[in-house]
């Protein structure tokens, strides 16, 4: 798939070519429920998809909204929470128009940014700063792929810190280890702050 071709991401779900599924858990997202790093808020899950981590975050306490343009996914994601009896919202929209009636603490984005074509990196960046409060923190999981084409598209380190500047992103001094992807490709945790 090339950057400048639609993804039709529904077809994806719909053939099951679905690599970037995990069977469980993020272990980042674990790590940071289990230091508190991630606790209970308001927390925004784009580009969520038919992962599970909505409906642990709604578990564990968090105000959820998911928000994904790819309708066999949202509806499995409310399925799934509905027959849990588990309070989150699901919207069906496109990120790169939707926009948030409230500011958010948190944006979990879990294989969503690699999922954009990078020629709309600028403008979702733009949105998920908009869509935190002062302060709020965005915590991404940086896909690497060391190559060109996507998606996923790569998002290298060098590239990633251009597209989140200090100021307004405040990155930590230090980053925790990069964590392998089924995929046998590996994901960069960061927990990036949006300055005001
Ligand atoms: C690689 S998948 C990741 C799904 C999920 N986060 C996971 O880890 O299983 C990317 C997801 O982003 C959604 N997506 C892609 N572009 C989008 C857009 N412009 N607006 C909303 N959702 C989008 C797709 O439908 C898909 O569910």
């Known amino acids: 798939m090339t950057e400048g071709r639609a993804i039709d991401w529904e077809a994806r779900y719909h053939d099951g070519a679905t690599a970037w599924e995990r069977p469980g858990l993020h272990p980042s997202f674990v ?4 230091t508190g790093a991630l606790a209970p808020c308001r927390i925004l899950v784009p580009g969520g998809g038919r992962s599970s981590e909505p409906l ?3 578990e564990a306490g968090f105000d ?3 928000v994904d343009l790819a309708e066999s996914a949202v509806a499995a994601q409310r399925a799934r929470l509905e027959r849990l009896q588990v309070a989150a919202r699901v919207e069906l929209a496109n990120l790169l128009t939707w926009d948030a009636p409230a500011p958010f603490d948190a944006i979990y984005d879990q294989a969503c940014l690699c999922a954009l074509p990078p020629a709309t990196w600028p403008g979702y960046v733009q949105r998920l700063h908009r869509w935190l409060r002062p302060g709020g923190r965005l915590f991404a ?3 690497q792929t ?3 084409g996507g998606p996923p598209f790569d998002c290298g380190l060098p590239a990633m810190r251009s597209l989140f500047p200090d100021p307004p992103w405040q990155w ?3 980053l925790g280890n990069p964590v392998p992807h089924p995929s046998g490709r590996i994901e960069q945790p960061v927990i990036l702050y949006a300055r005001s």
């Not at 790590?31 to 289990?34: A, F, G, K, T, V």
């Open 146 to 148: 060391g190559s060109a």
């Open 64 to 66: 959820v909204t998911v």
């Open 31 to 34: 790590d940071w429920l289990e």
């Open 141 to 143: 999981l940086f896909m």
């Open 56 to 58: 642990a975050l709604a």
């Open 172 to 174: 930590p001094a230090t």
